[in-house]
């Protein structure tokens, strides 16, 4: 049993296992995309299906091989309870026959996460930067809603339909803060207030340039701190694979010395 289980584990570990396994999530996110186009579905409807099946049953073999070569040591792992749960919801959606479950087969695209160890990496500085991210949320909201106060006093009687009340106020000045459109919002607003570029310029410059960057900063420093202890890691495997083969080089050379010379 021993012998079977090391096969396993050596066919699961292999890179063309991995390579298998990625090529088939790949080909059904393309088949998953091909659905959408009613010309194509109507044409290769049958085979699009037969394929997809084919594939989310690929996908619980390979979860089947994985407990069995892991066993107890499975769901010790986050990365397989994510895959595993990926898998059931999407076994579940393909065999439903609810549109709305059949929507969420599209989540087999997510596995690529689990078998790209750089993609992991960044979803798991993005999950460490969350009590980062949340503090500055936070920040920028409040900075947000007392720009809305400001908003809303100045303007709001002139410009109600922007900036009616703090809510409105807040939902204005998110679009603002998107840069999407903001210009058109600042000129209906100088139209009655001809100094009100200062508040959207003062706005802007606080809540776009500035705390958003601080996201981005957030993440870049989380994935700075995770990537580190793998460059570490691969470094101390080049170190002793270096110190190996000098060992083994001198072990050759004391060898030949001691070989008779014809």
């Known amino acids: 049993m021993s012998a079977w289980r090391g096969k396993v584990e050596k066919l699961v570990d292999s890179g063309a296992f991995q390579i298998v396994v990625l090529t088939l999530i790949i080909v059904n996110a393309v088949i998953l995309g091909a659905e ?27 979860i089947i091989l994985r407990i069995l070569a892991e066993r107890d040591a499975y769901l010790r792992n986050g990365w397989n309870v994510f895959d595993f749960v990926i898998v059931m919801i999407s076994l579940l959606a393909a065999t439903s026959g609810l549109a709305a479950l059949r929507a969420f087969r599209v989540l087999r695209v997510l596995r690529v996460i689990t078998v790209i160890p750089r993609m992991r990496l960044v979803v798991s500085a993005f999950l460490d930067s969350i009590p980062g991210i949340a503090s500055v949320g936070v920040v920028l909201a409040l900075i947000v809603y007392v720009f809305a106060v400001i908003a809303a006093n100045l303007y709001g009687p ?25 210009p058109d919002i600042a000129a209906t607003v100088a139209e009655t207030h001809t100094r009100s570029w200062i508040f959207f310029l003062t706005f ?59």
């Not at 579905?41 to 594939?55: E, N, P, Q």
């Not at 339909?161 to 840069?179: E, I």
């Open 36 to 62: 959408t186009f009613p010309g194509i579905k109507a044409r290769f409807g049958d085979m699009l299906m037969l394929t997809d099946r084919v594939i989310i049953y690929a996908f619980v073999g390979e």
């Open 158 to 182: 002139d410009h109600p339909q922007l900036f009616g009340d703090v809510f409105t106020a807040m939902y204005t000045l998110f679009q603002v803060m998107t840069l999407e459109g903001w």
């Open 204 to 262: 802007v410059m606080i809540a776009t340039f500035t705390m958003l960057n601080l996201f981005v900063g957030i993440v870049v420093r989380v994935v700075e701190e995770d990537a580190d202890p793998v460059i570490d890691d691969i470094a101390t495997s080049q170190q002793a694979v270096s110190a190996d083969i000098k060992a083994l080089r001198e072990d050759i050379a004391a060898l030949s010395r001691r070989l008779p010379r014809g």
